[in-house]
């Protein structure tokens, strides 16, 4: 599999799956064991008698994946302190990289180089030049793995995600082995190749899990079809990645990208109910043991390296490893981390998170409404097939912040505030067509779709949806995203450069801390001290039983008298020195 002249594949591993999750007796579902990943499959539609809402046909299905499980994404040198494993990351999960094909170069370059058009390399990225730890010189997680770089355990999450889509979707031409109303995706090479554009669009952003994660997915859907294609041509097929600038990309949240979600994350966090939950008791309790024990970090850091630890088998410090347990500190402190982030992303109906996830929707939403008749599409006329023929299948590859914000963009009751979305976790939008008749009751258009989330159909949840059925009117979910859904978002910042509301929101939650209650206890206490003193010397003129008068300090009584005598001269001072004294501030700031 090809991306941009690179090709991903799994290295021989001698960490074997058998000896996963073994170190500890329970695990939390961000983990995605394979007990999990097996809860995960994708139910078939329901039988339902044709007069609840008629017969239907599968158009088309968009898949949100998050990656597989990884390294951590932070680079700093241990997560904990005392960290026994020294936060040294190895991995065999190599990346293969390839040049241009012969095809391309001849094309873009000439005819100059067919007599070498059979030639072809492979390089095989290893990660493995700086093994000088001792002398500074390391990768940044100190072996050979990149920084949120894919695991062989992601590896395999996403194997089975590809291998549910296939069962979920795929049929062979002519035969009747498969549902009809969720035949999506024909296997025979009858009208096109399964990765042809006609069948299929990937998305990914630029981050080495996310690309590989979607590529694996791809694997476990057509690996059959792959192996035919390769004795049949000697080739490997060519899949288009569409992707973008890691730093410009819409495929999660991010300020860079929109400021004004900043603004929002500052509103959030002086809203009633984050200062509820930043000052309860459970979160000041979490934030001492933090301080005291396990060590201080953001509340992203802090959810990172609890699961990157755990489902990777490594050490916790003791005073975390509890997770099963009753009154888990394991959990509190995962549940802090969780809250703290879910809470900004629901707030004021979930405004952040539709504000964020705006341009990946209208992505999306564009990709339906090229299934739709004219009558039924009167934002935007379909594509006709002269222009382009829709893909059946598309496939994101994203974050556990793509699909939560998309989720919760929906309705903020879709996401709750202590869940967090799992390794290889997947969102699926099916939209599905009436054929002949329907109940014009329930659905007022010709066009539905049922949403899915870990295997798990959320479209009774979804408002305006019937809560018993588990496909809903189309037209019900372009309502709800058709007010944000745009590329032309208002990203304008409120604040500006103005750091004055950060700083605020920042001295707000540390009020809530007991070190920052003793911080601001000790400032007080510091500012009587100091202005008690700075009035004594205005009022006696004394500092220590010596007399400042001037630039001179006068020891004895008997100079002090002599003092009373003497005439001291007017200062003068020119025009503009004077006018130089009116132009300097009286208080300096820093910059």
Same mark, same amino acid.
């Given at each position: 599999?090809?991306?941009?002249?690179c090709l991903?594949?799994?290295g021989?591993?001698?960490?074997?799956?058998?000896?996963?999750?073994?170190?500890?007796?329970?695990?939390?579902?961000?983990?995605?064991?394979?007990?999990?990943?097996?809860?995960?499959?994708?139910?078939?539609l329901r039988?339902?008698?044709?007069?609840?809402?008629?017969?239907?046909?599968?158009?088309?299905?968009?898949?949100?994946?998050?990656?597989?499980?990884?390294?951590?994404?932070?680079?700093s040198?241990?997560?904990?302190?005392?960290?026994?494993?020294?936060?040294?990351?190895?991995?065999k999960?190599?990346?293969?990289?390839?040049?241009?094909?012969?095809?391309?170069?001849a094309?873009?370059?000439?005819?100059?180089?067919?007599?070498?058009?059979?030639?072809?390399?492979?390089?095989?990225?290893?990660?493995?030049?700086?093994?000088?730890?001792?002398?500074?010189?390391?990768?940044?997680?100190n072996g050979?793995?990149?920084?949120?770089?894919?695991?062989?355990?992601?590896?395999?999450?996403?194997?089975?995600?590809?291998?549910?889509?296939?069962d979920a979707?795929?049929y062979?031409?002519?035969?009747m082995?498969?549902?009809?109303?969720?035949?999506?995706?024909?296997?025979?090479?009858?009208?096109?190749?399964?990765?042809?554009?006609?069948?299929?669009?990937?998305?990914?952003d630029?981050?080495?899990?996310?690309i590989?994660?979607?590529?694996?997915?791809?694997?476990?859907?057509?690996?059959?079809?792959?192996?035919?294609?390769f004795?049949?041509?000697?080739?490997?097929?060519?899949?288009p990645?569409?992707?973008?600038?890691?730093?410009?990309?819409?495929?999660?949240?991010?300020?860079?990208?929109?400021?004004?979600?900043?603004?929002?994350?500052?509103?959030?966090? =002086?809203?009633?109910?984050?200062? #509820?939950?930043n /000052?309860?008791? &459970?979160?000041?309790?979490?934030?001492?043991? @933090?301080?005291? %024990?396990?060590?201080?970090?953001?509340?992203?850091?802090?959810?990172?390296?609890?699961?990157?630890?755990?489902?990777?088998?490594?050490?916790?410090?003791?005073?975390?490893?509890?997770?099963?347990?009753?009154d888990?500190?394991?959990?509190?402190?995962?549940?802090?981390?969780?809250?703290?982030?879910?809470?900004?992303?629901?707030?004021?109906?979930?405004?952040?998170?539709?504000?964020?996830?705006?341009?990946?929707?209208?992505?999306?939403?564009?990709?339906?409404e090229?299934f739709l008749?004219?009558?039924?599409?009167?934002?935007?006329?379909?594509a006709?097939?002269n222009?382009?023929?829709?893909?059946?299948?598309?496939?994101?590859?994203?974050?556990?912040?793509t699909?939560m914000?998309? =989720?919760?963009?929906?309705?903020? #009751?879709?996401? /709750?505030?202590? &869940?967090?979305?799992?390794?290889?976790?997947? @969102?699926l939008? %099916?939209?599905?067509?009436f054929i002949?008749?329907?109940?014009?009751?329930?659905?007022?258009?010709?066009?539905?779709?049922?949403?899915l989330?870990?295997?798990?159909?959320?479209?009774?949840k979804?408002?305006?949806?019937?809560?018993?059925?588990?496909?809903?009117?189309?037209?019900?979910?372009?309502?709800?995203?058709?007010?944000?859904?745009?590329?032309?978002?208002?990203?304008?910042s409120?604040?500006?450069?103005?750091?004055?509301?950060?700083?605020?929101?920042?001295a707000?939650t540390?009020?809530?801390?007991?070190?920052?209650?003793?911080m601001?206890a000790?400032?007080?206490?510091?500012?009587?001290?100091?202005?008690?003193a700075?009035?004594?010397?205005?009022l006696?003129?004394?500092?220590?039983?010596?007399?400042?008068i001037?630039?001179?300090?006068?020891? &004895?009584?008997?100079?002090?008298?002599?003092?009373?005598d003497?005439t001291a001269a007017?200062n003068?001072?020119?025009?503009?020195?004077v006018?130089?004294?009116?132009d300097?501030?009286i208080?300096?700031?820093?910059t």
């Open positions: 599999m090809q991306y941009h002249g991903i594949q799994a021989m591993d001698m960490d074997k799956p058998e000896s996963w999750y073994t170190r500890y007796d329970s695990y939390p579902p961000y983990c995605s064991i394979p007990d999990e990943m097996d809860k995960r499959s994708i139910p078939p039988d339902v008698r044709l007069d609840v809402y008629g017969e239907t046909r599968i158009l088309h299905a968009s898949a949100v994946i998050r990656h597989g499980a990884r390294t951590p994404y932070s680079s040198e241990r997560c904990f302190p005392n960290d026994p494993d020294e936060a040294e990351w190895n991995c999960l190599t990346t293969i990289m390839t040049p241009p094909s012969p095809g391309t170069v094309t873009d370059e000439g005819d100059q180089w067919s007599e070498l058009d059979k030639s072809f390399f492979l390089f095989e990225k290893i990660y493995d030049a700086l093994p000088y730890r001792k002398d500074g010189l390391s990768n940044e997680l050979t793995c990149q920084v949120g770089q894919l695991l062989l355990k992601g590896y395999e999450q996403e194997m089975q995600n590809g291998m549910m889509l296939r979707y795929t062979v031409y002519d035969t082995d498969h549902d009809e109303r969720m035949r999506l995706l024909e296997l025979s090479f009858h009208e096109f190749s399964v990765w042809d554009p006609n069948h299929l669009r990937y998305r990914a630029h981050d080495q899990r996310t590989m994660s979607g590529q694996v997915l791809l694997r476990g859907l057509f690996d059959k079809e792959v192996q035919a294609y004795e049949k041509t000697g080739k490997y097929p060519t899949i990645l569409h992707i973008a600038d890691r730093e410009r990309d819409i495929m999660g949240p991010s300020a860079k990208v929109c400021p004004r979600l900043a603004d929002i994350q500052d509103q959030a966090m =002086l809203s009633d109910e984050y200062q #509820d939950f /000052n309860s008791k &459970d979160s000041q309790d979490t934030r001492a043991l @933090l301080d005291e %024990e396990v060590g201080n970090m953001e509340q992203i850091v802090l959810l990172d390296c609890l699961m990157t630890t755990i489902c990777d088998d490594r050490s916790l410090p003791d005073v975390v490893d509890d997770y099963g347990e009753e888990s500190w394991f959990q509190k402190l995962a549940e802090y981390s969780i809250k703290s982030y879910n809470l900004v992303m629901k707030y004021n109906n979930s405004e952040y998170a539709r504000l964020a996830m705006g341009p990946l929707w209208a992505e999306m939403r564009d990709t339906w090229m008749d004219n009558d039924e599409n009167e934002d935007q006329p379909p006709t097939p222009d382009i023929v829709p893909p059946r299948l598309a496939v994101y590859s994203g974050h556990d912040t699909i914000p998309l =989720l919760a963009s929906i309705s903020p #009751d879709l996401w /709750n505030d202590t &869940d967090w979305a799992p390794y290889a976790s997947m @969102l939008i %099916e939209i599905h067509e002949d008749e329907w109940n014009v009751t329930l659905f007022d258009s010709k066009y539905a779709f049922r949403l989330y870990n295997g798990k159909v959320l479209t009774g979804v408002p305006g949806c019937h809560s018993e059925l588990e496909i809903c009117d189309l037209k019900t979910l372009k309502n709800i995203i058709g007010g944000f859904a745009t590329r032309s978002r208002d990203c304008s409120e604040n500006g450069s103005d750091e004055s509301t950060k700083v605020f929101v920042q707000k540390l009020m809530a801390t007991g070190k920052g209650i003793l601001f000790g400032l007080i206490l510091f500012g009587v001290v100091f202005g008690a700075f009035a004594y010397v205005v006696t003129g004394e500092v220590c039983g010596k007399r400042v001037s630039n001179t300090v006068v020891e &004895d009584s008997s100079a002090r008298m002599g003092l009373q003497q007017p003068s001072y020119s025009e503009e020195e006018q130089g004294f009116q300097e501030p208080v300096s700031y820093g």
